[in-house]
């Protein structure tokens, strides 16, 4: 089983729709959750992190269920500039583990 | 936010060659580097862990004596990947964490090795 499992999607959306992305990780002992954006051929870069609470950033949500091992991000009002793939990341200790990531496609 | 720098971004090597990257932080001191490969399609998997000053540790599977990383000082760690062949193409990414306790890595732009 892999550590953090995504849906690989393509999720292919229109412009405006709000679209959400799921994650799950398997060990319980994980610290810190958070979502990169990468774009094809480049770095990723860190979109937020996630807390059990839940946090907001613009159009972006995340949630964290620690009792689920799970994570979600929501995107709302999507727009050309949000096709991207996005990755969920966990840590354990000082090393951070990346799911395979879900492609998200935006169309006018 | 924090700048890290890799070079080169692009190499295409034959068979046999070594291959030498680079990883610097450009605004700030790099106690921690961290060096990542992704194959297409796949998620980032972690390399080696890297502290300035000592020996980088090496997750499991991946070969210390083929990926040598050197982390001389606390801007520059770099990666060489010693008789290079075509199953080493890949992404290599590097990231870089400040002050020890800190959560957050800056990532480099990577750098894409083809190996004819």
């Known amino acids: 089983r892999k550590e953090v499992e995504q849906d690989p999607g393509p999720f292919n959306v229109p412009e405006g729709a709000t679209v959400a992305f799921n994650c799950t990780y398997s060990n319980s002992a994980s610290q810190s959750f958070f979502w990169y954006r990468q774009d094809c051929r480049k770095e990723p870069k860190l979109l937020m992190s996630v807390y059990s609470s839940g946090n907001e950033d613009g159009r972006f949500t995340a949630q964290l269920n620690r009792a689920s091992q799970y994570i979600s991000l929501l995107i709302r009002d999507s727009k050309l500039s949000d096709s991207a793939t996005y990755l969920c990341v966990v840590t354990y200790g000082n090393k951070l583990v990346f799911g395979a990531g879900t492609i998200l496609r935006v169309k006018s | 936010g924090a700048v890290v720098s890799q070079h080169p971004s692009w190499v295409i090597c034959k068979s046999g060659t070594s291959v030498k990257i680079e990883c610097r932080s450009l605004?700030?001191?790099?106690?921690?580097m961290f060096w990542y490969r992704q194959f297409p399609k796949q998620s980032l998997m972690l390399m080696a862990t890297?502290?300035?000053?000592?020996?980088?540790?090496?997750e499991q599977g991946v070969e210390k004596d083929k990926f040598l990383i050197n982390h001389a000082s606390l801007t520059l760690s770099t990666l060489t990947v010693t008789s290079a062949h075509p199953e080493d193409s890949s992404f290599y990414i590097c990231?870089?964490?400040?002050?020890?306790?800190?959560?957050?890595?800056?990532f480099g732009p990577g750098t894409r090795l083809l190996v004819l």
């Open positions: 890297s502290n300035e000053g000592s020996k980088a540790t090496y």
């Open positions: 605004d700030f001191q790099a106690t921690t």
């Open positions: 990231s870089a964490r400040g002050l020890v306790g800190q959560e957050t890595q800056y």
